[in-house]
Nanobody, 123 residues
Framework: QVQLVESGGGVVQAGGSLRLSCALS????????MGWFRQAPGKEREFVAR????????DYADSVKGRFTISRDNAKNTLYLQMNSLKPEDTAIYYC????????????????WGQGTQVTVSS
């Protein structure tokens, strides 16, 4: 059974930083394309960042480009999202997702999802 567990969310002031982690079990992490998505209250879940299986290629939503960094440690089966210069509009539940191919910006491309971790940015 594939399981994804996010951690690292919390409450932070605008301009602050947080690092989210996502641990994968039940399938080979190095064979998994990975992505981060977020969902704010009353809004659809949206793409944040993605990373290839090797970690050599990454991609970001325009809204977080230059502030967020996605990375992975295949030896630790863990995905990360370093979030800097946080803004109140970054407030959302953040989800990690995995697939068995190329990471995508589309939610439909990911069969496996974590339960989410809340990030709240106060102004």
């Amino acid at each position: 059974q594939v399981q994804l567990v996010e951690s690292g969310g919390g409450v932070v002031q605008a301009g602050g930083s947080l690092r989210l982690s996502c641990a994968l079990s039940g399938r080979a992490f190095s064979d998994s394309g990975m992505g981060w998505f977020r969902q704010a209250p009353g809004k659809e879940r949206e793409f944040v960042a993605r990373i290839t299986r090797s970690g050599h290629s990454t991609d970001y939503a325009d809204s977080v480009k230059g502030r967020f960094t996605i990375s992975r440690d295949n030896a630790k089966n863990t995905l990360y999202l370093q979030m800097n210069s946080l803004k109140p509009e970054d407030t959302a539940i953040y989800y990690c997702a995995a697939n068995d191919g190329l990471p995508s910006t589309s939610r439909a491309a990911y069969p496996w999802w974590g339960q989410g971790t809340q990030v709240t940015v106060s102004s």
